[in-house]
């Protein structure tokens, strides 16, 4: 079995974090993100259950509308943290979540990937606080949700 590229540490982002164990080179494959396959009535009824922010869920949206609940038998890509200038980027394969470098990676770099959480209601600065980012990138947006798709408005005719 094949020594793993990363190690889950206390990071200086958010709690625990995943930094390279060594080099990692642009579009390798470093690791899957698993867990319990749950709907998404089942996530809100887990979050809401929790007593704990829905901000704070291991929760990674699928294609197909169900979401992998990495806190329910998952593994460590869990504590892969969020930056605004990311290095790695998760795609979905089959139903499956994998997390790739998007550039060269040195060892001892905190790996990390654009959460982009999706926030159907309005963002309040409350929201905004809840889900803020603290990643430091020179690009923070100082938040990990997408950006709202704005409606356009029709011309008045």
Avoid: W
């Amino acid at each position: 079995m094949r020594t793993p590229l990363y190690i889950v540490k206390e990071s200086p982002v958010h709690g625990r974090g995943v930094f390279a164990r060594q080099p990692i080179a642009a579009g390798e494959r470093i690791i899957e993100y698993t867990g319990e396959i749950i709907s998404s009535d089942e996530s809100a009824r887990r979050a809401e259950a929790s007593g704990g922010p829905v901000n704070h869920t291991f929760f990674f949206s699928l294609a197909d509308g169900n979401l992998i609940d990495g806190g329910s038998n998952g593994n460590d890509a869990r504590f892969i943290n969020h930056s605004c200038d990311p290095n790695c980027e998760a795609y979905e394969e089959d139903g499956r979540v994998f997390i790739h470098a998007l550039r060269d990676i040195e060892q001892d770099e905190e790996l990390n990937y654009n959460y982009a959480l999706i926030y159907e209601a309005r963002h309040t600065p409350a929201i905004k606080k809840a889900f803020a980012c603290y990643c430091g990138a020179a690009n923070c947006t100082g938040v990990m949700l997408a950006p709202k798709k704005r409606s356009r408005k029709k011309a008045a005719g």
